[in-house]
C-alpha cells in the first residue's frame, strides 16, 4: 500500500509541477538540449530582426493600446486586495518578467523560452569539458518536463553520493525542479563554487522511493568522447553530447584507432541528447565522402540551408552506430547522415525525433528569446521530428543493465552485436539475435 501511495505521490508531484510549469511560463527544454542554426546573425542583425519582430507584432499580436489600461486596473486591485504584497517573507518576482515569459509560452512551443538577464548570461557560459558541478549527464522529457539522469560519471560526487542513471530530480535544496528549463537547472543550481554543498532529491523507480543526496561540488572533467580498441581491431568510440571541442577530440581518436590498424568502428551515441551541431557537422564531414549531402534546414525568417561533406576526408572502415531513445537532435543529425549515405547501419532502438532547429535572438537589454525557426532534414529529404530514426536493426537493452553507472562491454548486449555485424556480418548477427531472444509461450 504504501509502495502504491509513494508511486502516486511521484506521478501526481509531475502533474503538478507540469502544471505549474504551464502556469508560471517556465518551458521545459526537453531531453534534446539543442539543435542551433549554424549562423547567428551580428549585433546590427539582431537589431534588424528585434524591429521585424515588432513590426510583425503591431500585425499579428495583441492590441498593445489595450493592453496597459487592463494591466494597470490589475494592479491597483493588486495594490488595494492582495493579502500577501507586504508580507516580509514573500518576495514576488518582476511581474513584467513574467508576462514575457507568458507571452512566449503561448506559443505552445516547449523548444521556445525567454531567459532574463541573469537568466541568459548563465546559459551563455561556455562549457569546454571542464566545470565544477556533481557529474551527472540530465536529459528532460519536453512534454512531462521530468528530468532524468541518464549518466553518471565515474570518480564523482553524485557517483560517491549514490546517484544512479534512471534517478529523476525533483528537488534541489528547498526548490522544487519539477519542469524547471533545463538549462537554468543545471547553470543555477546543480553547477556553483568548488568546494560548496548541494542537496538533491531524486525519485527513483526501482525501489519507488524519493532519495536525498548531500554532495560537495568539485571540478568535473567530462570528455565529450571517449575511445578504446576492442577485440578484433575494432574501433569504439563514445560521443556523451555535442560541444564546440567535440569534432575535434572525435578526429583525434578516429586518427589514432586508425593508426593502429582499426578494422571497423562502433559510434555510441545512446544517452547522447545532443547539442552544437557544428560539432555533428564536422564528424559527419570527416567520415562521408565529400559531395554527401550532411543535413539540411528549412524554417522562417531564416534562409534554407544544405550542408555537404568537403573536408576531403572519408572513413576507411565499415561503421556502426549504436542509437537508443535518449539519441535525439545533434545526435540524430549524424546518425540520418550516415545512415542515409549508406556508410553505417544503426543498431539499437529507434531515436527521440527532434528534428527542429532553434535560433537565440538578444534583447538590448541584455535578456533573450529562443525560438524555433525551422526543420531540419536527414540527406533523405525526411524531416524525423516527432518521428525518429528507426534502426536497421534493432535491439534492446538487457532490462538488468539500465540503472548501471558502467556496463562491463563483454556484458552489454547491444555493444556486442555490433561487434556480431562488423565481425561476422548483418545477417549472421541478425540469426545469433533470434536465438538469443527468448520466446514467449
Given at each position: 500500500m504504501e509502495e502504491k501511495e509513494t508511486k502516486n505521490k511521484f506521478w501526481k508531484g509531475v502533474l503538478v509541477g507540469a502544471l505549474v510549469t504551464a502556469f508560471s511560463g517556465l518551458i521545459a527544454v526537453g531531453m534534446a538540449a539543442g539543435i542551433w542554426t549554424l549562423a547567428r546573425g551580428s549585433n546590427a542583425n539582431h537589431s534588424t530582426q528585434a524591429s521585424d519582430a515588432e513590426?510583425?507584432?503591431?500585425?499579428?499580436?495583441?492590441?498593445?493600446?489595450?493592453?496597459?489600461?487592463?494591466?494597470?486596473?490589475?494592479?491597483?486591485?493588486?495594490?488595494?486586495?492582495?493579502?500577501?504584497?507586504?508580507?516580509?517573507?514573500?518576495?514576488?518576482?518582476?511581474?513584467?518578467?513574467?508576462?514575457?515569459?507568458?507571452?512566449?509560452?503561448?506559443?505552445?512551443?516547449?523548444?521556445?523560452?525567454?531567459?532574463?538577464a541573469e537568466e541568459y548570461s548563465s546559459v551563455q557560459e561556455s562549457n569546454?569539458?571542464?566545470?565544477?558541478?556533481?557529474?551527472?549527464?540530465?536529459?528532460?522529457?519536453?512534454?512531462?518536463?521530468?528530468i532524468t539522469v541518464v549518466k553518471v560519471f565515474k570518480g564523482t560526487p553524485a557517483e560517491q553520493a549514490g546517484m544512479l542513471p534512471g534517478d529523476v530530480i525533483t528537488g534541489v535544496g528547498d526548490v522544487n525542479v519539477e519542469g524547471m528549463d533545463l538549462s537554468l537547472l543545471v547553470s543555477d543550481y546543480i553547477k556553483g563554487e568548488e568546494g560548496t554543498e548541494v542537496?538533491?532529491?531524486?525519485?527513483?523507480?526501482?525501489?519507488?522511493?524519493?532519495?536525498?543526496?548531500?554532495?560537495?561540488?568539485?571540478?568535473?572533467?567530462?570528455?565529450?568522447?571517449?575511445?578504446?580498441?576492442?577485440?578484433?581491431?575494432?574501433?569504439?568510440?563514445?560521443?556523451?553530447?555535442?560541444?564546440?571541442?567535440?569534432?575535434?577530440?572525435?578526429?583525434?581518436?578516429?586518427?589514432?584507432?586508425?593508426?593502429?590498424?582499426?578494422?571497423?568502428?562502433?559510434?555510441?551515441?545512446?544517452?547522447?541528447?545532443?547539442?552544437?551541431?557544428?560539432?555533428?557537422?564536422?564528424?559527419?564531414?570527416?567520415?562521408?565522402?565529400?559531395?554527401?549531402?550532411?543535413?539540411?534546414?528549412?524554417?522562417?525568417?531564416?534562409?534554407?540551408?544544405?550542408?555537404?561533406?568537403?573536408?576531403?576526408?572519408?572513413?576507411?572502415?565499415?561503421i556502426v552506430v549504436l542509437v537508443n531513445e535518449q539519441s535525439a537532435s545533434a545526435a540524430e543529425v549524424v546518425t540520418g547522415a550516415l545512415k542515409d549515405n549508406g556508410v553505417a547501419r544503426i543498431l539499437g532502438t529507434k531515436t527521440f525525433g527532434k528534428g527542429i532547429a532553434q535560433g537565440i535572438f538578444s534583447?538590448?537589454?541584455?535578456?533573450?528569446?529562443?525560438?524555433?525557426?525551422?526543420?531540419?532534414?536527414?540527406?533523405?529529404?525526411?524531416?524525423?521530428?516527432?518521428?525518429?530514426?528507426e534502426?536497421?536493426?534493432?535491439?534492446?537493452l538487457k532490462d538488468e543493465l539500465k540503472n548501471k553507472i558502467e556496463i562491463p562491454k563483454e556484458d552489454d548486449n547491444q555493444l556486442q552485436a555490433a561487434v556480431s555485424v562488423l565481425t561476422d556480418?548483418?545477417?549472421?548477427?541478425?540469426?545469433?539475435?533470434?536465438?538469443?531472444?527468448?520466446?514467449?509461450?
Open positions: 513590426n510583425a507584432g503591431q500585425q499579428n499580436g495583441p492590441d498593445m493600446a489595450k493592453i496597459g489600461p487592463k494591466l494597470g486596473y490589475i494592479q491597483q486591485l493588486i495594490d488595494r486586495y492582495y493579502l500577501f504584497l507586504d508580507d516580509e517573507e514573500s518576495e514576488p518576482e518582476d511581474p513584467v518578467e513574467w508576462m514575457y515569459r507568458g507571452y512566449v509560452y503561448s506559443l505552445g512551443d516547449p523548444y521556445s523560452t525567454y531567459y532574463t569546454e569539458g571542464e566545470y565544477c558541478g556533481i557529474g551527472v549527464q540530465v536529459s528532460q522529457n519536453v512534454y512531462t518536463g521530468v542537496s538533491v532529491t531524486v525519485y527513483r523507480e526501482s525501489t519507488d522511493d524519493y532519495v536525498d543526496m548531500t554532495m560537495k561540488r568539485a571540478i568535473v572533467q567530462n570528455p565529450t568522447v571517449e575511445y578504446s580498441m576492442l577485440d578484433k581491431k575494432i574501433g569504439y568510440i563514445s560521443v556523451s553530447t555535442f560541444e564546440e571541442v567535440t569534432g575535434e577530440q572525435f578526429k583525434k581518436a578516429y586518427d589514432d584507432l586508425e593508426s593502429k590498424g582499426m578494422k571497423g568502428m562502433i559510434l555510441d551515441l545512446r544517452n547522447n541528447g545532443g547539442g552544437v551541431v557544428t560539432a555533428a557537422k564536422d564528424i559527419s564531414d570527416y567520415l562521408l565522402p565529400d559531395g554527401d549531402t550532411i543535413v539540411s534546414f528549412k524554417g522562417k525568417g531564416v534562409p534554407d540551408s544544405s550542408y555537404e561533406a568537403e573536408d576531403g576526408h572519408q572513413a576507411s572502415v565499415p534583447i538590448p537589454d541584455g535578456s533573450a528569446v529562443k525560438l524555433t525557426t525551422s526543420y531540419y532534414y536527414v540527406p533523405s529529404g525526411e524531416c524525423i521530428h516527432g518521428k525518429g530514426i534502426p536497421d536493426l534493432e535491439v534492446e556480418g548483418e545477417e549472421a548477427a541478425r540469426e545469433k539475435l533470434k536465438q538469443e531472444t527468448p520466446v514467449d509461450k
